[in-house]
């Protein structure tokens, strides 16, 4: 077993089966807790006893961060079990903290890191119902006077607002326009005039029902100005900073979702007979539980190069953050729809053995819609689509970048949030390492035996993504990019060079672990089902083999399920 996995295996059995009714964080509670709309207090405080919040403060810092493939490994058995707690819990102390242990000076890197170890909440505020996305508007201001800064305004559906011990606020702290106008604060509760403090309703939310959110208002709030986290003026800068590393991260939790939806799927088709055969028999049944599973491991794929290449090439964050964030909730949101099919009426029923379902249904699109949907992910990739395509830059170190981002067993270098960039310059070592990839592949191949069909399929793949990307580079070059407001043309162009960027992910996540996982994996299948599943045209396979792949993956899932291992790249037991 690799050694980031150890401590998720550890985490799975104190958290205990999901399926045991007994079990503080059986499905049954956790339906119950959501139809009354209640966050899983004692399931947090089981938590708390297993000092989860650890995993989200650095080694630095007192905690256990050391690792951010380990930290989503972590999260992903929280998800799994219930979306409400996985985001209420950790995942938006998580958000609300990042900025602050990393850029935040000495004391608030302390101050927010106890806050954590003793096992409080952080919020994240940075939204405001009148400016959404358009944080460059936002009016809530932090007024500096003298050593102090007072906050003044409102900000709408934030997690946590009430409960939580502190939080980080953008806010204006100049009376100018633009990025540098705007600053990024530490407010510590304990430390302000809590009157100064309105907190507003709770807000009504379709999923995620258990989570603790609402407005709050602040009217001349006094802080520090030593709470400015970075510098004044510098809040911009550091919340895309920020944002590439829990874009990164973020995403790969919610895996453990559908995780849970696709168990609970394949446990009804194997049971379900209808017409005197199992419902697992019908093609379009089976079709739907292969590609499900298949979703699932090039999700795993992408989370898990994300999460490594935070460590590895911190400079090429802005793309491959920004391409994890557009990609895989999109991916797996249709996913549960594509599941919900099959589960039928029972999809829609909320209780009973298959309740859970609709919740989780109903969770999963706050991972896409929050934080960053892919509309403003396309924003960040697309201005910088005519540097990365035009020439393919590579650096003296690609190939062993490479190694360090795709082979598991490569131990990964401690994050250096100094090394995060706003733009990659035209830097991205997954796609610009394409003229290198016969020579990469004949090294990594040479102790191996490969199927000759899988080999063939992989150069195809090869060569199809190498007529793409001079078309997509032509159709940048003619067009005139107007960030926030792109056709859906130059939509699809993101699209397709996330496509590659993938496509050549899952390849070189084959390559670097060969003989290291399973027979299963070694054998590619997963790979080439991958690689049509990301794009038809990146596979050549005629309609009987492709049948064969998928007959042999679904023995696979089923296999997977029957000893209650994860769907995942490298299975890990679950009890
Ligand atoms: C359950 C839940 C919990 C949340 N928790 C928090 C929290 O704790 N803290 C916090 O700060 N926020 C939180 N949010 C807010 C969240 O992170 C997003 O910021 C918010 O959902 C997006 O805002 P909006 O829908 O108002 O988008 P708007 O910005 O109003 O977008 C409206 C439409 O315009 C499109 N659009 C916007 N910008 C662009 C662009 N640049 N280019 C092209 N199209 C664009 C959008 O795609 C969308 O279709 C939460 C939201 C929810 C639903």
Same mark, same amino acid.
């Given at each position: 077993?690799?050694?980031?996995?150890?401590?998720?295996?550890? !985490?799975?059995?104190?958290?205990?089966?999901?399926?045991?009714?007994?079990?503080?964080?059986?499905?049954?509670?956790?339906?119950?807790?959501?139809?009354?709309?209640?966050?899983?207090?004692?399931?947090?405080?089981?938590?708390?006893?297993?000092?989860?919040? $650890?995993?989200?403060?650095?080694?630095?810092?007192?905690?256990?961060?050391?690792?951010?493939?380990?930290?989503?490994?972590?999260?992903?058995?929280?998800?799994?079990?219930?979306?409400?707690?996985?985001?209420?819990? %950790?995942?938006?102390?998580?958000?609300?903290?990042?900025?602050?242990?990393?850029?935040?000076?000495?004391?608030?890197?302390?101050?927010?890191?106890?806050?954590? !170890?003793?096992?409080?909440?952080?919020?994240?505020?940075?939204?405001?119902?009148?400016?959404?996305?358009?944080?460059?508007?936002?009016?809530?201001?932090?007024?500096?006077?003298?050593?102090?800064?007072?906050?003044?305004?409102?900000?709408?559906?934030?997690?946590?607002?009430?409960?939580?011990?502190?939080?980080?606020?953008?806010?204006?702290?100049?009376?100018?326009?633009?990025?540098?106008?705007?600053?990024?604060?530490?407010?510590?509760?304990?430390?302000?005039?809590?009157?100064?403090?309105?907190?507003?309703?709770?807000?009504?939310?379709?999923?995620? $029902?258990?989570?603790?959110?609402?407005?709050?208002?602040?009217?001349?709030?006094?802080?520090?100005?030593?709470?400015?986290?970075?510098?004044?003026?510098? %809040?911009?800068?550091?919340?895309?900073?920020?944002?590439?590393?829990?874009?990164?991260?973020? &995403?790969?939790?919610?895996?453990?979702?559908?995780?849970?939806?696709?168990?609970?799927?394949?446990?009804?088709?194997?049971?379900?007979?209808?017409?005197?055969?199992?419902?697992?028999?019908?093609?379009?049944?089976?079709?739907?539980?292969?590609?499900?599973?298949?979703?699932?491991?090039?999700?795993?794929?992408?989370?898990?190069?994300?999460? $490594?290449?935070?460590?590895?090439?911190?400079?090429?964050?802005?793309?491959?953050?920004?391409?994890?964030?557009?990609?895989?909730?999109?991916?797996?949101?249709?996913?549960?729809?594509?599941?919900?099919?099959?589960?039928?009426?029972?999809?829609?029923?909320?209780?009973?053995?298959?309740?859970?379902?609709?919740?989780?249904?109903?969770?999963? &699109?706050?991972?896409?819609?929050?934080?960053?949907?892919?509309?403003?992910?396309?924003?960040?990739?697309? &201005?910088?689509?005519?540097?990365?395509?035009?020439?393919?830059?590579?650096?003296?170190?690609?190939?062993?970048?490479?190694?360090?981002?795709?082979?598991?067993?490569?131990?990964?270098?401690?994050?250096?949030?100094?090394?995060? $960039?706003?733009?990659?310059?035209?830097?991205?070592?997954?796609?610009?390492?394409?003229?290198?990839?016969?020579?990469?592949?004949?090294?990594? *191949?040479?102790?191996?035996?490969?199927?000759? =069909?899988?080999?063939?399929?992989?150069?195809?793949?090869?060569?199809?993504?190498?007529?793409?990307? &001079?078309?997509?580079?032509?159709?940048?070059?003619?067009?005139? *990019?107007?960030?926030?407001?792109?056709?859906?043309?130059?939509? =699809?162009?993101?699209?397709?060079?996330?496509?590659?960027? *993938?496509?050549?992910?899952?390849?070189?996540?084959?390559?670097?672990?060969?003989?290291?996982?399973?027979?299963?994996?070694?054998?590619?299948?997963?790979?080439?089902?991958?690689?049509?599943?990301?794009?038809?045209?990146?596979?050549?396979?005629?309609?009987?083999?492709?049948?064969?792949?998928?007959?042999?993956?679904?023995? =696979?899932?089923?296999?997977?399920?029957?000893?209650?291992?994860?769907?995942?790249?490298?299975?890990?037991?679950?009890?």
């Amino acid at each position: 077993m690799y050694q980031q996995y150890l401590s998720v295996q550890k !985490l799975e059995v104190s958290l205990g089966s999901p399926n045991d009714k007994n079990n503080l964080f059986s499905h049954q509670n956790i339906l119950e807790l959501d139809e009354q709309s209640l966050f899983p207090t004692k399931q947090a405080e089981a938590l708390d006893q297993l000092n989860f919040s $650890r995993s989200f403060v650095p080694k630095s810092l007192g905690g256990d961060l050391h690792s951010f493939e380990e930290l989503v490994l972590k999260f992903k058995s929280i998800f799994r079990r219930d979306p409400s707690l996985g985001l209420g819990y %950790g995942a938006t102390s998580y958000m609300g903290s990042i900025a602050a242990m990393m850029w935040g000076n000495d004391e608030i890197k302390l101050q927010v890191a106890n806050t954590l !170890l003793q096992k409080k909440t952080i919020s994240i505020a940075y939204h405001e119902k009148e400016h959404g996305n358009d944080v460059l508007h936002n009016e809530v201001t932090g007024k500096v006077s003298g050593n102090l800064i007072k906050l003044s305004g409102e900000k709408w559906v934030i997690n946590n607002a009430k409960d939580s011990a502190g939080l980080t606020v953008f806010c204006k702290t100049s009376e100018s326009c633009g990025a540098k106008a705007y600053s990024l604060v530490y407010v510590d509760k304990k430390q302000v005039n809590l009157s100064t403090v309105q907190y507003l309703d709770k807000i009504h939310t379709l999923g995620v $029902r258990g989570c603790k959110i609402a407005g709050l208002r602040f009217d001349n709030t006094e802080i520090k100005n030593s709470s400015v986290i970075s510098s004044l003026g510098s %809040g911009f800068d550091i919340t895309l900073k920020a944002f590439q590393i829990t874009r990164a991260t973020i &995403p790969g939790m919610s895996i453990g979702i559908v995780d849970t939806a696709l168990r609970m799927v394949l446990r009804f088709s194997l049971k379900r007979s209808l017409y005197k055969e199992k419902i697992i028999q019908f093609p379009q049944v089976n079709e739907t539980l292969v590609n499900a599973y298949i979703n699932i491991l090039l999700c795993d794929c992408i989370s898990t190069m994300a999460s $490594r290449a935070l460590h590895v090439v911190p400079e090429q964050m802005s793309i491959i953050s920004s391409i994890a964030k557009f990609y895989i909730p999109k991916r797996l949101q249709s996913t549960l729809d594509e599941l919900s099919v099959v589960l039928g009426a029972r999809h829609y029923v909320r209780d009973g053995e298959y309740g859970l379902f609709q919740k989780l249904l109903r969770d999963y &699109p706050v991972i896409a819609l929050g934080h960053a949907s892919d509309v403003i992910c396309a924003n960040t990739i697309l &201005p910088q689509l005519n540097s990365l395509l035009q020439k393919l830059k590579i650096s003296n170190s690609t190939k062993e970048n490479l190694d360090n981002i795709f082979d598991l067993q490569s131990a990964l270098p401690i994050f250096q949030p100094e090394k995060l $960039r706003l733009s990659n310059l035209g830097y991205n070592d997954i796609i610009n390492s394409l003229p290198q990839f016969e020579a990469y592949l004949v090294d990594k *191949i040479s102790n191996h035996d490969i199927p000759s =069909n899988l080999k063939e399929n992989i150069f195809y793949a090869i060569t199809q993504i190498k007529i793409v990307l &001079p078309k997509l580079e032509a159709t940048i070059k003619q067009s005139s *990019i107007k960030v926030q407001n792109f056709s859906s043309q130059l939509y =699809n162009c993101v699209g397709k060079y996330c496509q590659i960027h *993938i496509a050549l992910s899952c390849i070189y996540f084959w390559l670097n672990n060969i003989g290291k996982i399973s027979a299963y994996f070694d054998e590619g299948l997963w790979l080439m089902l991958a690689l049509n599943a990301i794009n038809k045209d990146f596979l050549s396979i005629d309609k009987d083999k492709l049948l064969v792949l998928q007959k042999k993956t679904l023995e =696979n899932l089923i296999d997977l399920d029957s000893k209650n291992k994860s769907f995942s790249l490298v299975p890990i037991n679950y009890l």
